[in-house]
């Protein structure tokens, strides 16, 4: 990849036209997770805040959209690895790290 190359995105990749949730200033405390939701699955999040904690038990947390779909956010430890679920009770989607 040449100079010129690094600063252009790939013609498969969309600009995001949505406005910012929030005004995000990162310092040594802040973490920022970037969560890919599968292809073609429901918006039900898109544009949305979710505050997630996470419990002894491993749970981040529970909430339900306007959709009227309930999700169960948590997370836990396969050996080496830590991997976070995202379930969807309508469709039993899941989301892990490959």
Known sequence: MTAEEGGKSQPQFVKDQCELLID???????????????????LDFDGQEVSLLLDQDGTLGSFSRISGKEYEVFSFKCQDVDATIFASSASESKVVPS
């Open 24 to 42: 995000l200033a990162l310092s040594d405390s802040t973490e920022l997770w970037l969560i890919q939701w599968p292809y073609k699955q429901d």
